[in-house]
């Protein structure tokens, strides 16, 4: 059974940081096809923040380019967001979330992609 359990999440002031965690779960984590971090501020639709594929490459959201970066300690099966220069527009629910298995049916790591595996978010609040 696959779980992803996010923390991390918690109130700064803009131009501080914060480092979420999602531990993992279920699939060999080294190997999943993809794997990332989503968001969903309030009224809004959830966005891709950043993912990862399989090769360890990342990919960001524009928004968050320069001020947010993914890692992956495969030793303890967790990904982690370290976010810096945090914005009021970065408050949000952030979500964890993975599509281990992906390559069998040929998916593409993309924001579109299609995770079968969601935590159930941490909550970041940026005040100004």
């Known amino acids: 059974q696959v779980t992803l359990v996010e923390s991390g999440g918690g109130s700064v002031q803009a131009g501080g940081s914060l480092r979420l965690s999602c531990a993992a779960s279920g699939y060999t984590f080294y190997r999943a096809h993809c794997m990332g971090w989503f968001r969903q501020a309030p009224g809004k639709e959830r966005e891709g923040v950043v993912i990862i594929d399989s090769a360890d490459t990342p990919s960001y959201a524009d928004s968050v380019k320069g001020r947010f970066t993914i890692t992956k300690d495969n030793a303890k099966k967790t990904l982690y967001l370290q976010m810096n220069s945090l914005k009021a527009e970065d408050t949000a629910m952030y979500y964890c979330?993975?599509?281990?298995?992906?390559?069998?049916?040929?998916?593409?790591?993309?924001?579109?992609?299609?995770?079968?595996?969601w935590g159930k978010g941490t909550l970041v609040t940026v005040s100004s």
């Open positions: 979330a993975a599509d281990p298995f992906g390559h069998v049916y040929r998916r593409k790591c993309t924001f579109n992609n299609t995770m079968d595996y």
